[in-house]
């Protein structure tokens, strides 16, 4: 009481000294106070920004009345700006620690930009000041929702799966939207899926709120790695690192970046001067720093595929570039590289395929022209190799070509196998017919010249007799030109 009545005469003594004073404190809050009502209609009238301006007159004329404060901000709320709500609800409980709307706003906007420790302290402040209210019971709900959620976010990041990350942060962000901590950590983990171009829009959206966000620099420096634009990238991590020096996850992917970017380099250096085993090793090596950046490790198989190409190791080549178009489906290299390795390991079926889809992607002249190949060696792998079947090169002349067949004819006439199984004749007996049938298309110049060039050949005349074949080659063989007999010597 003593305290209250000095104050009081204090007070009396001042209007005594300064009556006018207290005329204008007067006018101000009478003015201030007409202003509020105006906004309050515009509030209702749901002209927000109209409102806003009327509530920052009255704070103005009195600053040191809290409704105004606790007005403005349930219309910044309304604007969805949390930030400046959050200032005004706080000041509104400076000016009166009583002031329980003040205190829910405190709880609201504190939940949805994912202040859970200041929305859990604002609720505990209300509940103090009745136990019994109700009015954030919503707020109570939201807030241990978003504790689950963060358990289960922060457990799944840990292990990588970021795609469940992103799922839960959105249920995360429908309970605090304006958390600009979820949005950034979507976005990173948007950058590791290979969605960067909706990961640099939240990151941007981000750096327009706050241009020293060091972790949206990062995230944006992300998105730049995993696009393959490793010197970007770098200048990104490096500039998060001076506005944040302990920022582990930008220090961590500039080491990355340069250890990558050098690798690349000195394999591709390395392939260039002919030393393909060391540069296999090296990009070997480059494969592993990061599983997630799909743009430069496709590049990366892709090289190694066609180093082991130049070295003869076919397959893996062709299990690289397997790998590049699992990633990227468009990579118009890998598919001619594989398909080029199809055909050098005669796989024509394969090889067509590839060459089929390359005509898809991209239709040259180049291109038709290796699948009108391709087709044709397929075609040519589908009938018989008259030169293996008599043992023989492409290039024999006539001479080796009547040599391999006296050779093989000897060897599987039936005569030699009258001795035989049923079964081991019956093979014989079609091995010589095939010898026949070689013998036939590759002593004619005529059809020899269509089969070398992949064109059909008339078809074998169905009761073509290999035995008759026989006797008439080695008739003629003979020099005699007759008929005479022909037996074997054993």
Avoid: W
């Avoid at 019971?137 to 963060?150: F, S």
């Avoid at 430069?296 to 570039?321: E, Q």
């Avoid at 190949?373 to 792998?381: F, I, R, V, Y």
């Amino acid at each position: 009481m003593d305290n209250k009545r000095a104050s009081v005469i204090a007070l009396r003594q001042d209007v005594a000294k300064c009556p006018s004073r207290v005329i204008l404190l007067q006018f101000r809050k009478i003015i201030a106070e007409e202003k509020k009502k105006l906004g309050n209609d515009q509030y209702k009238a749901q002209n927000y920004q109209a409102a806003l301006k009327l509530y920052s007159d009255a704070i103005q004329l009195c600053p040191d009345f809290a409704a105004y404060y606790g007005n403005r901000s349930a219309c910044y709320m309304m604007l969805s700006n949390y930030l400046n709500a959050l200032s005004d609800a706080r000041q509104a409980v400076r000016l009166d620690p009583k002031f329980d709307k003040a205190y829910v706003r405190i709880a609201k906007c504190c939940l949805l930009m994912g202040d859970m420790v200041g929305s859990e302290q604002a609720i505990k402040k209300i509940l103090e000041l009745d136990s019994q209210s109700s009015a954030v019971k919503t707020e109570q709900q939201g807030l241990q929702q978003l504790r689950q959620l963060e358990k289960t976010i922060q457990s799944n990041y840990d292990s990588k799966a970021y795609r469940n990350v992103v799922y839960y942060l959105d249920s995360a962000l429908a309970i605090a939207p304006a958390c600009l901590r979820y949005r950034l950590l979507k976005a990173e983990c948007l950058a590791f899926l290979g969605r960067c171009d909706e990961a640099v829009d939240i990151a941007v959206s981000v750096m327009k709120l706050d241009s020293t966000s060091a972790d949206a620099i990062y995230v944006r420096g992300l998105c730049l790695y995993y696009t393959d634009n490793l010197e970007k990238g770098i200048l990104h991590f490096e500039r998060a690192l001076q506005l944040d020096p302990d920022h582990s996850k930008a220090k961590e992917m500039r080491n990355k970046s340069k250890a990558l970017k050098e690798m690349k380099e000195n394999g591709n250096t390395l392939f260039k001067s002919g030393r393909f085993r060391e540069a296999q090793t090296v990009y070997t090596e480059a494969l592993k720093i990061d599983e997630f950046n799909k743009d430069i490790n496709s590049k990366l198989l892709y090289n190694r595929a066609l180093v082991n190409s130049k070295i003869g190791s076919l397959r893996d080549a062709i299990a690289d570039c397997t790998r590049v178009l699992e990633i990227n489906s468009q990579y118009l290299k890998a598919l001619l590289l594989r398909a080029r390795c199809y055909n050098d390991l005669e796989k024509f079926d394969e090889c067509v395929n590839d060459y089929e889809a390359a005509l898809q992607l991209q239709k040259t002249p180049e291109i038709k022209k290796l699948l009108r190949d391709a087709k044709l060696a397929l075609k040519k792998s589908k009938r018989k190799d008259y030169y293996k079947i008599l043992g023989i090169s492409r290039g024999a002349s006539d001479e080796e070509i009547k040599k391999a067949y006296r050779k093989k004819a000897l060897v599987h006439h039936p005569d030699r196998h009258a001795n035989s199984s049923a079964e081991e004749r019956k093979e014989e007996e079609l091995k010589f017919k095939e010898i026949g049938e070689a013998y036939a298309i590759l002593s004619d110049q005529r059809k020899k010249m269509r089969y070398d060039s992949g064109q059909d050949i008339e078809d074998q005349e169905q009761d073509f007799d290999p035995n008759q074949m026989f006797r008439h080659f080695f008739q003629f063989s003979s020099g005699t030109g007759q008929g005479a007999s022909f037996g074997f010597e054993f």
